[in-house]
């Protein structure tokens, strides 16, 4: 099993690895919480239920991030994983 996709990850952590894979372009935790949420979506929930992923998203980005596998951009430069990370932040792969 490759290194990008441990028996271990949660299926949050596994889904952020593959978004962030075919992304051209760092990635918002907002936009992953929606696109994790469409799938799921059921008709009469509100527009803005994707926001009840939002901290599984964060949680896991924060573990993959601590890991290595991955990086936190906070204004243009990779963010410590260890520190707190507050505001705006993106996402992008670990380059090797």
Avoid: C
């Avoid at 990008?4 to 690895?17: G, M, N, S």
């Avoid at 410590?80 to 670990?94: H, M, Y």
């Amino acid at each position: 099993m490759s290194e990008e996709k441990k028996k271990t990850d949660d299926p949050v952590a596994i889904f952020i690895l593959g978004e962030l894979h075919g992304a051209e372009a760092p990635v918002s935790p907002d936009n992953l919480a929606r696109a994790y949420y469409k799938p799921r979506a059921k008709k009469d929930e509100r527009p803005d239920t994707w926001r009840k992923y939002l901290p599984a998203i964060r949680q896991q980005a924060l573990h993959l991030a601590r890991t290595g596998r991955i990086n936190i951009i906070r204004k243009g430069e990779v963010a410590d994983p260890k520190a707190p990370i507050k505001g705006l932040f993106k996402l992008v792969i670990a380059k090797d």
